[in-house]
């Protein structure tokens, strides 16, 4: 018996990169998969984002597991959609005990180059996109009466400032105080809410951030190497996949408003 024997999760930006890793991760300890994707290109950022082929390969590798998974196309930002995919799950799976919310971007400006447009992007997907999918989920997860775990991805971005990321920064800072007052309010469910603070991951995100930032890669990933304590450029998407683990699990069943770094050391420097 898994971990997770019979659990179900909801994960958001699930069609490749760290949303993947949560998935297979989660499948590996029996969990049953709600894999989400907007599996198209928007306006911003600046760079291709995940496509129905990348969601599919979630899909089937949550399967190859001996695990139910569906994929689910939709766009955190629209409530109508985030609601529709919390019925669709319920419907298909029975239930949620586990929610990952994952799905974000990443893309680089001055703060005062930044065009409103894209400050309204950003903040609505990193940040809009994990309220509505808790504001759908949490009622399922209380009427439901067994308790729940949600988990948010943030990033060291949400702890310290960064150059060319203020949009970016603010968002994952808001972040933390999204998931501390759903803390709080969720307590008496049984329900625990943590963050994710990982440095930068080997992920799509980063290929697309050189791209958006115009730097050449090897200089780039210096500056990656240079922030980290540890003498590593990034980290594997499976070491913040096993941290979302023991937070879904009943070991930490007693762990909620708490920030967990996978930085690398980035935070003691």
Not at 107 to 122: N, P, Q, R, T, V
């Amino acid at each position: 018996m898994g971990k997770l024997d019979g659990k179900v999760a909801f994960i958001t930006g699930a069609a490749r990169g760290q949303g993947r890793a949560h998935a297979t991760t989660l499948a590996r300890e029996e969990a049953n998969i709600a894999a989400l994707d907007v599996c198209q290109n928007l306006s911003y950022p600046r760079y291709s984002l995940a496509s129905r082929h990348d969601l599919d390969e979630t899909v089937a590798q949550v399967r190859a597991y001996g695990r139910d998974a569906i994929g689910i196309i939709a766009d955190v930002r629209d409530a109508a959609a985030m609601e529709a995919a919390v019925q669709q799950t319920v419907a298909t799976l029975g239930r949620i005990d586990i929610l990952i919310c994952n799905a974000g971007v990443a893309d680089m400006a001055f703060a005062w180059d930044i065009s409103e447009a894209w400050w309204d992007d950003m903040v609505d997907i990193n940040l809009k996109g994990y309220w509505l999918a808790a504001k759908y989920v949490v009622p399922q997860m209380i009427e439901q009466r067994s308790g729940g775990r949600i988990i948010m991805t943030s990033s060291v971005a949400g702890l310290k400032g960064m150059p060319g990321l203020a949009h970016y920064c603010a968002a994952k800072w808001g972040v933390i105080g999204l998931a501390k007052s759903l803390a709080l309010e969720v307590a008496e469910y049984g329900i625990t809410v943590n963050t994710l603070h990982p440095t930068a991951v080997d992920t799509p995100l980063i290929t697309g951030m050189i791209q958006a930032a115009g730097m050449p890669t090897d200089e780039f990933l210096q500056q990656l190497r240079d922030a980290n304590l540890f003498p590593v450029h990034l980290i594997g998407p499976e070491g913040i996949a096993n941290a979302a683990l023991w937070l879904a699990s009943d070991e930490a069943r007693y762990v909620t408003g708490q920030e967990f770094k996978i930085d690398a050391g980035m935070m003691l420097k």
